[in-house]
């Protein structure tokens, strides 16, 4: 029943976010809390000393503002103002992952840089009828060059009635270092992935089970489990690599994922096997809380005759070179847990690769589970007489192959081969050439 004079004036003493809240109230007052004249002089203040603004004459501003707010159609300096804030907020976060680790070719400010940005993940099932469920709440565990985040819940919709699972960074529209953000503040989606659920149990790759779950993934680097009894979703995980995690996570839209800028590539007409040589590899094999394996590998090459159906090869650990094979600590699995019930699923784990380019930028990078299998050759190897277990990986971008030996007195698995297979198309788009 206030007039909205007396409106606009209670609404001029609310900041930015207040100013969000309160249009969300009703019709008139989404409409008062567009008035150019408030946002303006938000505008304004964000542009400027606070020491600077207090010596300018209230009439002066008054005037300014009025005759700015006039020209403009309602809304325009809050849409400007929003505009300017989180191009601001994401420069910052950007400036804290500018610094690289020499060791993995990535940002080595991550952590600090997810919570300068109060960044945030969740995700959006949507049924068959149109309906959306929001799941957030995840469990995060770090890694060197990953995060693994986790999802459980009791109240799951039914997994046949679902359609398709959306995976988004969500951040404060509004950041404010100086206080904690709010929990129904208003919040900025980026969309990461999309996955479709429908017959998922056919469309996706079985990783393993044990005696409360199945566990199916679902590329890029999404785990499903599933109940055995139910048919239910128990949990969901998904594995993040930090090479491009802030910006798909923070400057994608709700509706387009952020796509990187193209590489531009070190013209080199000195060396005929440019793009060749001099890789470097960063591996990390492990089970949510677990490490297995975690290597680096330096200076590797293909030669010319080593590229052969649309892939070049490069040759991590060889077979017959007993002197670099890799012994795995523990026994590979997956832990999981739900909020009533914890487990882990074995013979799988989740790997976390980085293919840096002898420049040093990250190349090809992933973080995925892969599944191990058994192999039905024996090991011909003089060193190790057991099972040979084999774990593949591939993408659009390459495939991994590796090979592992069981070595029952020692009750431990040993890396015998490990070798990439990189798309030649992967590789003539970084270079600009044609392999």
Request: aromatic share 12%; hydrophobic share 40%; proline share 5%.
């Amino acid at each position: 029943s206030l007039p909205s004079g007396a409106l606009l004036k209670i609404f001029s003493y609310l900041d930015a976010v207040s100013l969000l809240a309160v249009g969300c109230v009703n019709k008139r007052f989404c409409e008062l809390a567009n008035d150019n004249g408030i946002w303006l002089k938000l505008y304004s203040s964000s542009l400027y000393p606070k020491w600077a603004i207090w010596k300018r004459k209230s009439k002066q501003t008054e005037t300014v503002s009025l005759s700015c707010a006039a020209d403009k159609k309602p809304g325009y300096w809050k849409k400007e103002y929003i505009l300017k804030q989180t191009s601001a907020f994401k420069t910052r976060v950007m400036r804290l992952v500018k610094f690289l680790d020499p060791y993995t070719g990535l940002p080595c400010k991550n952590k600090e840089a997810i919570k300068f940005s109060g960044l945030s993940w969740i995700i959006v099932l949507k049924d068959r009828n149109g309906k959306e469920h929001v799941v957030e709440k995840p469990n995060l565990s770090f890694k060197d060059t990953s995060v693994t985040i986790l999802w459980y819940g009791a109240d799951w919709p039914c997994l046949d009635m679902l359609s398709t699972l959306k995976l988004f960074g969500v951040t404060p529209l509004l950041p404010d270092q100086s206080r904690p953000s709010k929990k129904n503040g208003p919040r900025r989606f980026s969309l990461i992935a999309e996955y479709h659920l429908a017959n998922l149990t056919e469309r996706s790759v079985a990783v393993g089970a044990d005696e409360l779950v199945q566990l199916f993934s679902l590329s890029p680097g999404l785990l499903v489990g599933i109940w055995k009894e139910k048919n239910e979703i128990a949990f969901v995980m998904a594995n993040l690599h930090y090479n491009q995690l802030l910006e798909r996570s923070i400057l994608g839209s709700a509706t387009v994922q952020y796509a990187p800028p193209p590489n531009e590539p070190l013209l080199d007409d000195i060396d005929s096997e440019y793009g060749l040589h001099d890789y470097s590899l960063h591996l990390d094999l492990h089970g949510r809380n677990c490490m297995y394996l975690c290597g680096s590998f330096k200076c590797l090459f293909c030669r010319k005759r080593d590229i052969e159906d649309g892939y070049l090869r490069l040759r991590v650990v060889n077979l017959k070179d007993n002197r670099k094979h890799l012994p795995i600590i523990g026994t590979p699995g997956i832990c999981w847990e739900t909020d009533a019930f914890k487990g882990n699923v074995k013979d799988c784990f989740v790997m976390d690769l980085t293919l840096l380019d002898e420049t040093g930028k990250p190349f090809w990078c992933f973080s995925a589970p892969v599944h191990m299998e058994l192999s039905t050759k024996s090991s011909g190897l003089y060193d190790y007489m057991g099972h040979i277990y084999t774990a593949d990986y591939a993408d659009s971008e390459g495939k991994v192959c590796l090979e592992f030996v069981w070595l029952e007195e020692t009750k431990e698995y040993i890396i015998v081969s490990l070798v990439l297979y990189v798309s030649t198309k992967k590789v003539n788009s970084w270079y600009g050439t044609n392999y």
